[in-house]
């Protein structure tokens, strides 16, 4: 049966994944219907779904407020709308009208359906795009808006896709929430009647929440259940809605914007609003995330089959006291540490002596680096590491030589006085002049020096986000700005193809599928304190896959918590991701060189688990008892439990940890005591870890299959 199909008489499509059925219909006013989302249909299953629906329960109301493919203004329409249009003349409804479709094949391995309307009345053209890739059950939705008229249309909301689920007698709503230092805390709450709205109005994906939500009958586990979610690929200010009705109904809808933004778009122009990926799984929320991990690796992430690189990190043993003789010294420790990519932070440029000035002049600081940074990346490449540099190229501060010459490069609203965060101001990167800057400054940088990874930092949200020199330009900034950040990247990376990039936003401020495309890897948090990197790592890995999370085994008592817990924790709690150094490393003692160096080994060892295996949960950190990982091969050949127990409970059960995803007919041999284990008992019994004594206790179990 083929990917996308088609049945005329009932004017119904069916989409098919591996394991999924996606339906829907153009009904008889024009407008697309959602018929089913969920377990795997025939076409002729599907068109039992598309029957008229029932007539309101009273003259009162509307059609049902969830159930549309784009719900939009217009008619006795009272739920959240997907897609709000004024018209020049003031009308502010819409009206489909159906004039075409078309399926094709954008790639080998993927459908893609198109379904073409037009207003009615006004010069308003709009295309429903749907992929599916033969490898995943994600399908990818976007909407594409043409103004083929002569005057300006407005959109105050133009969301990418409403996703509807199946009524269920209730309905509970999992995503994250947080702060800076505190990303990526999981909820899973009830979802009330009405509307929530979870959205960003910083400019940037921001640490406060994260744009993907899952919606479950209130019944599903981290093993069983069914769950629908969806992922938003956009790096800027965005919005998800999530409506439930008293009928039983609910769905969600998001795209790019806030409220009280509006976009203009003049004639002949166009907008692609940016993809809203949905998924649906009966196998609860692993099998949820499992199917994302596999999503991002195969069809997001621009090198997904490579393994990420050990590194090192200058910031938290430096701050801005950066010098050539104090980084050659770091980066022999490193190099001798097993350490594989040295990045210098902050610190190197200008007049930078602290965050008060120096951000916008980005030439190496002549009394600290007299040769620039030659000598320097010489160095690190002769001690077989790769070198990496942090820069932050969207901000400058006031006390800047930048800034005194382009004081009208930032955002701003004219007689508003400009808010500092950080004594920083945002560069307004959706003005082609300082998009262009940015990029030339960087390729240069790239270039002339030999860098093979940056860090590419974001520490502030947008304020006072005005473009005074363009009509319009405070609506139109915060969807030009990503449009022109991403075009940087993408230009920076053609240049440069060996360049690896780290997305960071004063930690986890900025990661979504959108910059994810684009780049390598995130810094998930500027909280290194290993006891809160457990629950920001295990809400980050509900949706984006261990092979993007970096993780840093940094000095205690931790900088931010003032915690001290042993250095293996740090370490084991560290390799859940891309393991990263950030301690000082020229202060460590011998014992903590020799052990240091023995845990990187150990990493080496299995972190092509980690990175490229598949993740289950045996045991969250909110838990009672131990908290664990496990990553296991793609043949089932190899797994790694990682293992943490914070404070053992005298006299509280000793509860076996249940593995999955094991070859149910081997045995396993654990590579470190030799102990030898059928699947059967692991998955079926669960094993006991061997723990440490005490708190803050850890270990790594590497099992490899037995021949």
Not at 12 to 21: A, D, E, F, G, I
Not at 595 to 624: F, I, M, N, S
């Amino acid at each position: 049966m083929p990917v996308i199909s088609f049945a005329p008489d009932t004017g119904v499509w069916l989409l098919r994944t591996p394991r999924t059925s996606y339906a829907l219909r153009v009904d008889g006013t024009g407008a697309p219907c959602h018929l089913a989302w969920g377990p795997r249909l025939t076409l002729a299953e599907a068109e039992e779904l598309a029957t008229p629906p029932p007539p309101p329960a009273s003259s009162f109301e509307g059609p049902p407020p969830v159930g549309e493919e784009l719900p939009v203004d217009g008619g006795a329409r009272f739920g959240v709308p997907s897609l709000q249009v004024r018209f020049a003349d003031g009308t502010r409804a819409f009206e489909w009208l159906a004039t075409g479709h078309h399926v094709h094949e954008p790639a080998p391995g993927a459908a893609e359906l198109v379904l073409e309307f037009r207003d009615r009345h006004y010069p308003l053209e709009i295309a429903l795009h749907y992929r599916v890739h033969d490898d995943s059950d994600v399908i990818e939705r976007w909407t594409v808006l043409r103004n083929t008229g002569d005057d300006t249309v407005t959109l105050p909301r133009a969301d990418s896709a409403a996703w509807t689920v199946p009524a269920r007698e209730d309905h509970r709503l999992s995503h994250v929430t947080g702060q800076w230092s505190a990303e990526t805390q999981l909820h899973r709450d009830r979802v009330p009647f009405g509307e929530t709205t979870l959205t960003s109005r910083r400019g940037i994906t921001s640490h406060h929440t994260n744009p993907w939500v899952m919606l479950d009958a209130g019944d599903a586990t981290e093993d069983h259940g069914q769950v629908w979610s969806a992922a938003l690929a956009w790096s800027g200010s965005w919005r998800i809605t999530v409506q439930r009705s008293p009928d039983g109904r609910a769905g969600f809808t998001g795209g790019a914007g806030h409220d009280g933004a509006v976009l203009p778009l003049g004639p002949g122009e166009e907008f692609t609003t940016p993809r809203f990926a949905g998924l649906h799984s009966d196998g609860g929320f692993g099998a949820t995330s499992r199917a994302w991990h596999a999503y991002t690796l195969a069809h997001v992430l621009p090198h997904a089959d490579e393994t990420r690189p050990v590194l090192y990190n200058s910031w938290e043993a430096t701050a801005f006291d950066v010098d050539e003789p104090g980084q050659l010294k770091l980066a022999a420790r490193a190099a001798a540490l097993g350490v594989e990519l040295y990045v210098m932070d902050d610190g190197w440029f200008g007049a930078r002596r602290s965050e008060r000035a120096g951000l916008g002049d980005w030439t190496p600081s002549p009394d600290r680096f007299p040769q620039g940074l030659t000598p320097l990346v010489r160095e690190v490449h002769q001690l077989g590491m790769r070198f990496g540099l942090w820069v932050e190229p969207e901000m400058v501060n006031p006390d800047s030589d930048l800034y005194r010459a382009h004081p009208d490069w930032v955002l701003h609203f004219p007689h508003r006085a400009r808010t500092e965060l950080r004594n920083q101001l945002v560069l307004n990167f959706a003005r082609r002049d300082v998009a262009d800057w940015a990029y030339g400054w960087l390729t240069r940088l790239v270039g002339d020096n030999g860098i093979d990874f940056l860090k590419w930092d974001m520490n502030r949200a947008f304020s006072e986000a005005g473009w005074p020199d363009q009509p319009d330009g405070a609506d139109r900034v915060g969807t030009a700005y990503v449009h022109h950040l991403y075009e940087i990247i993408d230009r920076l990376r053609a240049d440069h193809p060996g360049l690896r990039i780290e997305t960071c936003s004063g930690g986890g401020g900025r990661v979504d599928l959108g910059i994810l495309s684009r780049t390598d890897q995130a810094w998930t948090s500027d909280n290194t304190d290993a006891a809160d990197r457990m629950h920001i790592q295990h809400g980050y890995g509900q949706i984006y896959p261990a092979r993007t999370m970096a993780a840093w085994v940094t000095d205690v008592p931790n900088q931010l918590t003032g915690r001290t817990v042993p250095l293996r924790f740090r370490f084991h709690v560290a390799m859940a991701g891309v393991l990263g150094i950030g301690g000082n490393l020229t202060r460590w003692s011998d014992d903590e060189l020799t052990e240091g160096a023995a845990l990187l080994a150990q990493y080496k060892r299995v972190r092509h688990l980690v990175q490229h295996g598949t993740l289950h949960r045996p045991r969250g950190p909110v838990d009672e008892g131990p908290a664990a990982v496990q990553y296991t091969a793609a043949d089932r050949s190899e797994a790694l439990l990682l293992v943490w127990r914070r404070t053992p409970r005298h006299g509280g059960p000793r509860l076996p940890l249940r593995l999955a995803g094991l070859d149910p007919t081997a045995r396993y041999r654990d590579a470190d005591s030799g102990s030898v284990h059928s699947a059967a008992v692991l998955t079926g019994y669960g094993l006991l870890p061997d723990l440490p004594h005490g708190d803050w206790a850890s270990t790594a179990v590497h099992l490899v299959r037995v021949p």
